[in-house]
């Protein structure tokens, strides 16, 4: 359960340094905005995809505990 609500808080960490990446340009090194933007959309949708996967697995263990 603990790792849900871990994956939770990495998406949210993850959606933030692709905010961080669109906006400063940078990831490591300074990039070029053809390569920050999708860099920066592909970090976004990947927390996106953590939190909804994290969320996803927490109603199922509360459904599970409920049973």
């Keep these: 359960m603990m790792f849900n609500w ?3 808080v990495t ?3 993850y959606m933030v340094l692709g905010v ?3 906006v400063y340009k940078f990831f ?3 990039l070029e905005p053809n390569i920050a933007y999708p860099l920066g959309a592909l970090l976004i949708l990947y927390g996106l995809f953590r939190i909804f996967r ?3 697995k927490i109603k199922q263990a509360r459904r599970k505990d409920e049973i």
């Design 11 to 13: 998406g949210f960490f």
């Design 20 to 22: 961080v990446v669109i």
């Design 6 to 8: 871990l994956s939770l």
């Design 54 to 56: 994290a969320v996803d």
């Design 28 to 30: 490591i090194i300074t």
